[in-house]
C-alpha cells in the first residue's frame, strides 16, 4: 500500500522550460514534505522540503506547492536545466519519524 | 567528512547464500535506516532504528534482520538470499532539527542474487 502516490513516472523537458512533478497522500498524520534528488549510481539527497502550514516554498529555481485540502504537494523546476537530469522522490514523514517515499520521477532535460 | 558509508558497493549471491551489508555515519545521528530501491517503487523501508539499542519494523522487513552495533554502525543481514531480494540497497541516517528530517544516504549496494 503506497502511502504517497507519485506522478508523472518519467518527464521529458526541452532546457528552458517548468518541470511539475506531482504527489498525493493519504496520512493526515504526515508533517514534513521532502524532496530528494537522486543522480545515477548516487543516493538520494535532499532538494528541497515543506510543512505543512505553509502553502509554498522557494529555493533558486525549485519551488514546492503545497495544498493542504487537497492533501497534494508538487515540485516546480523553472528555467530547467540538462544538469537538472535525475530522478526527483516527494516523501512524508509521519507520526514515527520515519519517511514514506514515492515512487520516483525520472526527470530528462533535452538541451 | 564521509558522511554515510555502505560496503560493498556491488554483491552477487547465489540463492540460499547470506551476506551482511554494512553501514557507518560519522555524522553523530540518532536515527538509521535500511531501504531498497526497485524501479518503479521507489524507496521501501526494511528496517530502522531510532537510536542506539532499538530497531523496528519497516514497509518491506521479510527475509532481513538488523544489528545496530552502536550509534555509528547498523547492519543489514539476509539469511537466506532469494532472486526477489535483488535490488539496490540504501543505508541512511537522520536527526531531527527544528524544522524538519534531513535523511543523508550513502552510495548504495547494488545486489543481485542469481
Known amino acids: 500500500q503506497q502511502q504517497v502516490k507519485q506522478s508523472p513516472q518519467s518527464l521529458i523537458v526541452q532546457k528552458g522550460g517548468i518541470s511539475i512533478i506531482n504527489c498525493a497522500y493519504e496520512?493526515?498524520?504526515?508533517?514534513?514534505f521532502p524532496w530528494y534528488q537522486q543522480f545515477p549510481g548516487k543516493g538520494p539527497a535532499l532538494l528541497i522540503a515543506i510543512r505543512p502550514d505553509v502553502s509554498e516554498k522557494k529555493e533558486g529555481r525549485f519551488t514546492i506547492s503545497f495544498n493542504k485540502s487537497a492533501k497534494q504537494f508538487s515540485l516546480h523546476i523553472m528555467d530547467s536545466q540538462p544538469g537538472d537530469s535525475a530522478t526527483y522522490f516527494c516523501a512524508a514523514r509521519g507520526s514515527a519519524r520515519q519517511l514514506t517515499f514515492g515512487s520516483g520521477t525520472q526527470l530528462t532535460v533535452l538541451p | 567528512n564521509a558522511g554515510v558509508t555502505q560496503t560493498p558497493k556491488f554483491q552477487v549471491l547465489k540463492t540460499g547464500q547470506s551476506m551482511t551489508l554494512q553501514c557507518a555515519q560519522d555524522m553523530n545521528h540518532n536515527s538509521m535506516y535500511w531501504y531498497r530501491q526497485d524501479p518503479g517503487m521507489g524507496l521501501r523501508l526494511i528496517y530502522y532504528?531510532?537510536?542506539?539499542?532499538?530497531?523496528d519494523k519497516g514497509e518491506v522487513p521479510n527475509g532481513y534482520n538488523v544489528s545496530r552495533l552502536n550509534k555509528r554502525e547498523f547492519s543489514l543481514r539476509l539469511e537466506s538470499a532469494a532472486p526477489s531480494q535483488t535490488s539496490v540497497y540504501f543505508c541512511?541516517?537522520?536527526?531531527?532539527?527544528?524544522?524538519?528530517?534531513?535523511?543523508?544516504f550513502g552510495q548504495g549496494t547494488r545486489l543481485t542474487v542469481v
Open positions: 541512511a541516517s537522520s536527526e531531527l532539527t527544528g524544522t524538519g528530517t534531513e535523511a543523508f
Open positions: 532504528s531510532a537510536s542506539e539499542g532499538t530497531t
Open positions: 496520512n493526515t498524520a504526515f508533517d514534513y
